[in-house]
């Protein structure tokens, strides 16, 4: 299932990627805007979700424009304590959404698939 954007929404359960960790760690670090060359190069398609009142970050160091999400694909993980709901109300908000597939995966998680379309207007 490739993808262009891989969502986390930062929180101190676990995640079956590596990217869980990373952000977790991340988000206890002090100044980390410091960081934003790094996470560019390296890490600049794991995204993070941090509520619907807010724009999508890059690992929580810089905001991502709307802009940036349209016609593209974005993955998720769907898991006992950390549901997807929020997050795929949250692009449904913004973006046409033109498909989403799910992926069993163990422990009864689901990888979610989403593809954008344009952004919605906005009133």
Do not use: C
Request: aromatic share 10%; charged share 30%.
């Amino acid at each position: 299932m490739a993808s262009d954007y891989f969502i986390i929404k930062p929180e101190w359960l676990w995640g079956p990627a590596k990217e869980y960790g990373l952000i977790f760690g991340l988000s206890y670090v002090r100044h980390r805007d410091r960081y934003e060359e790094n996470v560019r190069k390296t890490l600049s398609e794991v995204l993070s979700f941090e509520g619907s009142e807010s724009d999508l970050r890059s690992m929580r160091v810089y905001g991502v424009p709307d802009r940036e999400i349209e016609n593209k694909s974005l993955l998720m993980v769907d898991q006992e304590g950390r549901g997807a709901n929020e997050i795929l109300s949250y692009l449904e908000s913004r973006w046409e959404l033109t498909n989403i597939d799910t992926l069993a995966l163990p422990h009864r998680d689901l990888l979610i698939k989403v593809s954008t379309g344009g952004l919605k207007s906005q009133n």
